[in-house]
């Protein structure tokens, strides 16, 4: 993965922050932006983890401050929702200058409905996901109830959110009442995807019913069975993700490309930012994955390790090679099973097997055969087993010829 710092105007002419992540490759097939809940920013831990999720499937992401928040420049006392709205507008646009049209927007929790607001006011989204998003902007009074007499009688009132404090001016609550998200749901005509968790305390289930119900079809829900609002454990955050990128290639219809910014031919690209431990996002030919290392290694388990995924080659190169050699001696095989892993071994009747250097890498291959076959075919499989490609080249001689691209 990509990760740029890269900096934008807003409507009055403010610098909005934001982070933009692009696949292993750098060369999405769409781009998304990413609206952060009510008071958050870019940086919460599920902000990045669905971020992570849509880059791992080949999606570029911008995810920046609101004005007044994070990083971006304004005084969140004179913001309003309007105003998040306008953010979303100017993300969009400086995608569109600068990279390519943004056809995703995803939204948690009030970001959520802004995001449906903004994309009825820009063109080249295609599709919308909410997280935890409340039916209606004006739902976030409940959140101020204990300045809201004082706001409406002074003007303003400071209010702790989740132990921070925040100035709340009347007009942001004024603002919140002239938003009516059910018209324009109904209105919107874009693909949906609701997801709420049953258990959110702080936005109520209701919300997603409400949102479903004013939106047409084609629209999703997919419920967030335990979570909490802020989706902190790791694993809901992480699924949202994977859930979005699966939905709306549906209807983006992503085109790989290739990146010739490169100047390569590799089939394979890895790309690990500094701040992601092990797990590294890759582009496979034309597929998205990731590759870490189990937890007790230090690694979040994302993925296959480096060992797992070579000995997978080796698997798959194995059952293709012997379904290939069957089929064209017209034996019955229904199915071909491979098991491998990896291990250092001690080699096989050396002289000093105790001293460490003696190890050799072993792939541990067991086959299973299931089909009408003799022992004489079973035994001429196994032989062919040691044919495949992939077996040839973990055992012949290799080379790995390394250059630095500029």
Not at 178 to 199: D, F, G, V
Not at 342 to 358: F, G, P, T, V, W
Request: overall charge negative; hydrophobic content about 35%; some cysteine.
């Amino acid at each position: 993965m990509s990760l740029q710092k890269i900096t934008f105007q807003n409507e009055q002419g403010q610098t909005l922050v934001g982070r933009l992540e692009l696949p292993a490759d750098s060369h999405p097939h769409n781009f998304a932006v990413f609206a952060h809940c009510f008071t958050c920013n870019k940086n919460l831990l599920a902000v990045k983890n669905i971020s992570k999720g849509l880059t791992a499937n080949g999606f570029g992401v911008l995810r920046f401050d609101f004005t007044g928040l994070g990083e971006s420049e304004g005084d969140f006392a004179d913001t309003n929702f309007s105003g998040n709205v306008e953010d979303l507008v100017a993300a969009a646009q400086f995608l569109e200058k600068n990279y390519m049209a943004p056809t995703l927007i995803v939204g948690h929790s009030l970001g959520g409905s802004a995001s449906i607001f903004a994309a009825s006011e820009i063109p080249s989204i295609k599709a919308v996901a909410t997280v935890g998003a409340p039916s209606n902007p004006v739902h976030v009074k409940h959140l101020l109830k204990s300045g809201i007499e004082e706001i409406q009688s002074e003007g303003k009132a400071v209010v702790n959110l989740s132990g921070r404090d925040f100035t709340i001016k009347k007009q942001f609550l004024d603002d919140l009442e002239t938003k009516s998200l059910p018209e324009t749901a109904k209105a919107l005509r874009k693909p949906l995807l609701i997801m709420h968790s049953p258990q959110d305390d702080t936005v109520g289930i209701k919300n997603a019913e409400e949102i479903y119900i004013s939106a047409h079809h084609p629209k999703s829900f997919v419920s967030l069975d335990g979570a909490d609002h802020l989706l902190s454990k790791k694993e809901d955050s992480i699924y949202v993700g994977e859930v979005i990128s699966g939905w709306a290639k549906r209807y983006l219809n992503p085109d790989i490309k290739k990146d010739t910014r490169l100047k390569t031919k590799h089939q394979v690209v890895a790309s690990l930012d500094g701040a992601d431990g092990f797990t590294t996002q890759m582009k496979v030919g034309n597929h998205y994955m990731i590759a870490d290392e189990p937890e007790n290694y230090g690694g979040n388990d994302f993925g296959p390790s480096p060992y797992e995924l070579v000995s997978a080659s080796l698997s798959a190169c194995t059952v293709m090679t012997i379904q290939m050699y069957t089929k064209r001696k017209g034996w019955v095989v229904d199915n071909v099973e491979v098991h491998t892993s990896y291990s250092k071994s001690h080699m096989e009747d050396c002289e000093n097997c105790e001293i460490d250097s003696a190890k050799i890498d072993t792939f541990h291959r067991e086959i299973r055969l299931t089909g009408n076959l003799d022992e004489k075919q079973k035994a001429r499989i196994m032989q062919i087993a040691d044919k495949c490609p992939v077996h040839k080249t973990l055992h012949s001689q290799t080379q790995v010829v390394t250059k630095l691209l500029e």
